[in-house]
T-cell receptor
Framework: GDSVTQTEGPVTVSESESLIINCTYS????????LFWYVRYPGEGLQLLLK?????QKGSSRGFEATYNKETTSFHLQKASVQESDSAVYYC?????????????FGGGTRLTVRP | GPKVLQIPSHQIIDMGQMVTLNCDPV?????FYWYKQILGQQMEFLVN??????MEKSKLFKDQFSVERPDGSYFTLKIQPTALEDSAVYFC???WGLGRAETLYFGSGTRLTVL
């Protein structure tokens, strides 16, 4: 079946340091995967951080970037300089471009703590 | 941005009783979803719902589970009867459904504790 594997947390970094959270996927039942990063800030619901639907392209939002690499089946999340407000749980997810209303398959989540 | 509201945020219930989890999705959305996350585990798809019907359900969506959205009101997940293994956080989501890369909007979850 389809699956997503991401960096196991918790991850702790200091403010202004760089960050990478790894994500790899296996899309056995999806011909054209969409890839997403969702984030859950403390006390809030899951919200979309960024998405990419075409292999080879990069998505970016709030200083975060992720490139859809079909060859390595990866979608790593990176940020050059984190802030304390980035502390949250990050989820990589896989969807199906050709299936409106299709389910998402999530990774296990990575809890990030940014030290001031 | 668009908000999905889930009511209540926490529910405690005795095993064998019925429980209904309520979700107020984004107003113009057409597709609705429930996900389940057991403590320490991944968030997993339960079911999606469109035009009054279940489109797809996972093996986690047991016979004791049902979903409905009567008259465009709340989208509900009913569990009857509940079992201990139903203890989890249940997340509702909705999406517009007509794009190539659907963005799902999630609620904050209802923590269900079955005693």
């Amino acid at each position: 079946g389809d699956s997503v594997t991401q960096t196991e947390g918790p991850v702790t970094v200091s403010e202004s340091e760089s960050l990478i959270i790894n994500c790899t996927y296996s899309a056995t039942s999806i011909a054209y995967p969409n890839l997403f990063w969702y984030v859950r800030y403390p006390g809030e619901g899951l919200q979309l951080l960024l998405k990419v639907i075409t292999a080879g392209q990069k998505g970016s939002s709030r200083g975060f970037e992720a490139t859809y690499n079909k060859e390595t089946t990866s979608f790593h999340l990176q940020k050059a300089s984190v802030q304390e407000s980035d502390s949250a749980v990050y989820y990589c997810a896989l969807g199906d471009r050709n299936n409106a209303g299709a389910k998402l398959t999530f990774g296990g989540g990575t809890r990030l703590t940014v030290r001031p | 941005g668009p908000k999905v509201l889930q009511i209540p945020s926490h529910q405690i219930i005795d095993m064998g009783q019925m429980v209904t989890l309520n979700c107020d999705p984004v107003s113009n959305h057409l597709y609705f979803y429930w996900y389940k996350q057991i403590l320490g585990q991944q968030m997993e798809f339960l079911v999606n719902f469109y035009n009054g019907k279940v489109m797809e359900k996972s093996k986690l969506f047991k016979d004791q589970f049902s979903v409905e959205r009567p008259d465009g009101s709340y989208f509900t997940l009913k569990i009857q009867p509940t079992a201990l293994e139903d203890s989890a956080v249940y997340f509702c989501a909705s999406s517009w459904g007509l794009g190539r890369a659907e963005t799902l909007y999630f609620g904050s979850g209802t923590r269900l504790t079955v005693l």
